[in-house]
């Protein structure tokens, strides 16, 4: 899921079946597909993030904007690589965290309406962690369990997390990312740019640094 290249793969099998083509048509329209791959780094889009969680940074040069899914063990997975990332670039990368609650995870939308009442209380990022420390438990006993370690007022918690605003505030998100073309979940952008490939301190580096190499060429202000 959080391989573009196979997705691209996979949606255009779909398309073809849905459209009425032989296996043979849609195994051949996979084929072209092949030959023209994703690019590392695609065309930037507009996604809002006024309000989200954020870490790092506020004059960072890069701004990563992360979709994802609590319940997912792809995004599980990714959470020490862009720790990683992020310990790397302290001054110059910035994380934003976008909910992406995937329908095939029965808990991933109350993880996610948990995380947002979290943030209202200004501890998004220590239930970020619990959650992802236990993706296999999101029941709403877990939650309430990790909220009550982590310091949260329960009550409020339990109240903002069945919000109307809360609720809302995930579909904004998942819309937003459904309008800047994410399919999957790990996704994340690179000033804006939606990145296709790996969620790897050492695959994201080059691609990092190469957004850098134009700051470190400009000559100081005198």
């Known amino acids: 899921p959080s391989c573009a290249y196979s997705r691209g793969l996979a949606n ?3 398309d073809a079946i849905k459209h009425g083509k032989s296996e043979k048509d849609a195994l051949a329209a996979a084929k072209a597909w092949q030959v023209e791959p994703p690019p590392l780094l695609e065309n930037p889009v507009s ?27 792809y995004c ?7 720790r990683a990332i992020m ?7 910035k994380l934003i965290f976008k909910e992406f609650p995937l329908e ?3 808990q991933s939308d109350l993880a996610a309406a948990a995380a947002v009442a ?19 438990d999101l029941t709403r006993k877990a939650l309430l369990a990790m909220a009550k370690k982590i310091g949260l007022d ?3 918690f339990e109240n903002d997390m069945d919000s109307t605003e809360v609720r809302e505030t995930v579909v904004r998100d998942v819309q937003d990312g459904d309008r800047a073309g994410v399919e999957g979940t790990p996704t994340i952008f690179v000033n804006g740019q939606r990145y296709n490939g790996p969620i790897l301190l050492n695959s994201l580096k080059p691609v990092l640094d190469g957004v850098l190499k134009p700051f470190a060429n400009k000559p100081a202000n005198r």
């Open 12 to 14: 255009t099998i779909v």
């Open 47 to 73: 996604i809002p993030t006024q309000g989200a969680p954020s870490i790092g940074s506020p004059s960072a040069k890069i701004t990563l904007v992360e979709f994802s899914d609590f319940q997912c063990p």
């Open 76 to 82: 599980a997975a990714a959470v020490p690589e862009i």
């Open 87 to 93: 310990k790397a670039y302290p001054a110059d990368v």
């Open 104 to 106: 095939i995870h029965a």
């Open 118 to 136: 979290a943030h209202k209380q200004g501890k998004f990022w220590a239930m970020h962690d619990a959650m992802y420390a236990q993706p296999e």
């Open 154 to 156: 329960i009550n409020r």
